[in-house]
């Protein structure tokens, strides 16, 4: 069911610890690597000798993926330190692997884990080697949260692809491969070796505050065929893939890390709209599948949430469902999981739902130290703590880990933002951008009849490490295209003085494009367009994110959806406004009138060209 991929060339550090441990291990990893496609009972027969020696702390430890603070595991800057010491009472990533023998750390942006390509392979070996010197030292599973679109952790110069709702307007499963394939090569080049992608949530609810852009559509086949190719994208390039967040996190208007969404499917809802990606991440043979901290009623009415439900991760993802692989919490920081229970309670109730790793607890040492306390007391055995732990060892094992923990200089250089990576991220770019409206052929814009643009709307903060801000991309990529353009950032909420700024501006230019950004009807982005238009200037509006705004804005005679505000798909759309490319998106959700939600304004599969 599993992938067996081919080991990756690169000379890789080596320490004397790994050596012992491949001994130890006997071979494990040749028979992981090399052989057939299921691992086997010999395999896991290496893997439980493993377990057997561990001692219950070094088990706990397993179990537990954590943030830490700092560009290197061993030398943070003091900021970093004092991060860590407030938050998980330990001054470095070495630190905390020797305390709690953690079995994963996640990466993010704000930890400082991720400024540029070289250092995070140097952070990563870095972990490795704290690790595997530690007495019985396993390899680390080093995760992040590198979804495309608006959710990335590592920016340029890395290859940075479009978000899912994009990949979904292009329709391709084989741009979905390759994204999966190279976005994988990038990540393990760094020493990433889990990735928590694709989104398998269906967005049937334009309301939707957390999810939106970061699923693929609303129409729970194409979500399937487009899940199962990122997967084996991802699987080709030896990387986890993570498919999230089951039981379906895209029918709600709550966002679980501030509150506790209530999905009100039924049984035969959930069969229809929200099981068919997951159970197609499941025959493409995912490595792990994320919990949502969500409740559903129909699946399990206790009340709890998914990530501590027994009857949705044991009854129905793995007996109805078959998946045997790792089951990761969703951040246990995040509101919707805390609502009911302490810090202490959640994960070992995520661990008597079925769980496999618990994910980023607020307090490392309390989650940490109830899960101990939990098998002490005899509220968890250790057999059960021994069967989540043989799959993440499996998981470790298939990603060649015991073999080759560690990434080279070399590797980073010749993988990471390499040309051909830009360029297909450029290519996969260019057939999403949907063209929604085209009144009067105003598109594509004619440099002899518009050669001076103006360049307004709204400029979120950059989702990615990207260049941003999205006047400033739009801007130059239509003069690098033979336009002159200027940006004149308006916001998405622009004041009375800001629209009056630009619609002055608007006088010396030959036609406006505007960036429009989650528009509801009480915006004042709703002024600054109306009043554009009012100036007799054509305009031409990009929604950056949601393709809803269209609805907002019935009096845009030429409007396009990006449905992501990274550099990549900005320039595609710039390229489609000059008719340097034609438009080839198709809208992945239905577009419902702003008055009248029960009339669909665009249906799915909506897209002009030229």
């Keep these: 069911m599993h ?69 290197s595991a061993t030398a943070p800057d003091q900021a970093d330190i004092d991060a860590n010491l407030r938050e998980l009472g330990v001054r470095t990533a070495a630190e905390l692997l020797a305390t709690y023998r953690l079995g994963g750390v996640i990466y993010f942006t704000w930890a400082h884990n991720t400024r540029t390509p070289h ?85 049937v609810n334009p309301a939707n505050p957390v999810i939106g852009v970061r699923s693929f559509g609303a129409d729970p086949d194409a979500v ?33 890390h501030y509150g506790f969404p209530v999905i009100e499917h039924t049984r035969e809802q959930w069969e229809t709209l929200d099981a068919p990606p997951f159970r197609a991440a499941i025959r493409a043979g995912i490595d792990s599948i994320m919990t949502a901290h969500i409740m559903v009623p129909a699946l399990d009415p206790s009340g709890d949430p998914a990530t501590l439900s027994r009857p949705i991760l044991t009854g129905i993802l793995r007996e109805e469902l078959g998946y045997d692989g790792v089951v990761v919490t969703d951040s246990l920081g995040m509101e919707g999981v805390r609502t009911k229970y302490g810090d202490d309670r959640v994960p070992v109730l995520a661990l008597k739902a079925g769980v496999d790793q618990l994910l980023n607890p607020p307090k490392l040492d309390i989650a940490w130290n109830a899960v101990l306390k939990a098998v002490q007391d ?52 260019e057939r999403t951008t949907t063209l929604l409206v085209n009144e009067g052929g105003l598109l594509p814009l004619s440099r002899r009849e518009h050669p001076r643009l103006l360049v307004v709307g709204a400029d979120p903060a950059s989702p990615s490490g990207t260049t941003g801000p999205p006047t400033g991309v739009l801007a130059t990529a239509l003069t690098e295209l033979g336009f002159t353009a200027t940006a004149l950032p308006t916001g998405t909420a622009p004041s ?21 950004y989650n528009v509801t009807a009480s915006s004042s982005q709703k002024t600054l367009v109306e009043r554009l238009l009012a100036t007799g200037r054509p305009v031409v509006a990009v929604a950056v994110r949601n393709p809803y705004d269209v609805a907002q804005l019935p009096g845009v005679r030429a409007y396009l959806a990006s449905y992501s505000w990274t550099d990549v798909e900005l320039r595609a759309a710039a390229r489609v406004i000059a008719g340097k490319v034609r438009p080839r998106g198709k809208l992945p959700v239905p577009v419902q009138q702003a008055d009248d939600p029960a009339r669909v304004l665009y249906p799915l599969g909506h897209g002009l060209s030229y």
């Design 496 to 516: 009375p003085a800001t629209v009056d700024r630009a619609v002055a501006a608007a006088q010396d230019a030959d036609a406006v494009v505007v960036g429009t």
């Design 224 to 256: 399937a065929g487009l899940v199962a190719a990122e997967v084996a994208g991802y699987q080709r390039a030896k990387v986890a893939a993570t498919a999230k967040h089951f039981p379906g996190h895209g029918d709600t208007e709550v966002d679980s």
């Design 3 to 71: 992938h067996a991929g081919t080991k990756s060339a690169g000379n890789t550090a080596s320490s004397p610890s790994r050596r012992t441990l491949l001994a130890a291990t006997a071979g494990v990893t040749a028979a992981l690597t090399i052989g057939p496609t299921t691992a086997h009972a010999d395999d896991d027969e290496r893997l439980r000798k493993l377990i057997s020696r561990m001692t219950l702390e070094e088990k706990v430890g397993q179990l537990f993926v954590s943030r830490v603070y700092g560009h």
């Design 378 to 429: 005899g509220e968890l055995t250790e057999e059960r703590l021994d069967a989540s732990i043989l799959r993440v060892l499996r998981l470790k094992a298939r990603l060649g880990l015991f073999e080759e923990p560690y990434v080279s200089a070399r590797g980073v250089d010749r993988t990471v933002g390499t040309r051909p990576h830009l360029a297909a991220a450029d290519r996969i770019a």
């Design 119 to 203: 250092q995070i392979a140097d952070l990563s070996n870095g972990i490795q080697k704290a690790s595997l010197d530690l007495p019985r030292g396993l390899p680390v599973l080093i995760s992040t949260d590198q979804e495309h679109g608006i959710v990335a952790r590592v920016g340029r110069p890395a290859t940075l692809f479009p978000g899912a709702m994009a990949v979904g307007a292009g329709g391709s499963r084989s741009d979905a491969r390759t994204l999966g394939r190279i976005a994988g090569e990038e990540l393990r080049a760094l020493g990433i070796r889990q990735d928590y992608s694709p989104v398998a949530d269906v967005n």
